[in-house]
């Protein structure tokens, strides 16, 4: 797992676009360095921790919108990597998946973000994009991620995700998705 630190050592959504940065140059090379060595040695899931939210353009100060040249670097990044990545991360006030497919015909893995915040906010808009497919709900929960032991050898290694939100009331599902991780494939649907 790969936590990330969006504060610290970010410059704002002040400044020409293309500077601005959450994570910082020293820690954009440690996870790009760090995650390229994890696969190296074999690693068939990559889970990246992020206090704020991906892949949710709801607001101009939002990663995809005030920070679209580092944001789309990072995509670009986690989509070429011979891994699955997961993004568990939070802070948008809502519940959701968002799902990045590869494009056609590659290779490369899906991109799956999790996002759990359990703070109910019914004003806020639901935000769709044409490669996103999600799931969302806005509402008082929180958030499980499951996931199986690998099994299999080689690139045929998988490993079962299931993502779950709960509602925070009585632990009862709001929503629920299964995914398999493979190897060199990436985040796909269980059947």
């Not at 580092?70 to 070429?80: C, G, H, I, N, R």
């Not at 703070?119 to 999600?134: F, G, L, N, S």
């Not at 499951?146 to 509602?167: A, I, P």
Request: charged share 25%.
């Amino acid at each position: 797992m790969f936590c990330l630190d969006c504060r610290r050592y970010s410059t704002g959504p002040r400044g020409a676009i293309e500077e601005r940065t959450r994570l910082g140059p020293e820690q954009t090379d440690w996870l790009q360095e760090s995650m390229v060595d994890a696969v190296a040695d074999g690693a068939g899931l990559l889970v990246v921790s992020s206090p704020i939210a991906f892949g949710s353009p709801e607001t101009k100060e939002s990663w995809p919108i005030a920070f679209q040249t580092e944001w789309t670097a990072l995509m670009d990044f986690f989509a070429s990597l011979e891994a699955p990545v997961l993004i568990v991360s939070g802070n948008s006030h809502v519940h959701k998946i968002l799902e990045r497919p590869s494009g056609a015909g590659s290779s490369s893995p899906r991109v799956v973000e999790f996002v759990s915040s359990g703070t109910e906010q019914k004003d806020r808009p639901v935000v769709t994009e044409e490669d996103i497919a999600a799931k969302e709900v806005k509402a008082n929960g929180f958030g499980i991620v499951e996931v199986g032991s690998e099994q299999g050898v080689g690139l045929d290694t998988t490993r079962t995700v299931t993502l779950r939100c709960l509602k925070s009331e009585d632990g009862t599902e709001w929503f629920r998705a299964d995914y398999l991780a493979i190897k060199g494939v990436g985040l796909i649907a269980a059947p």
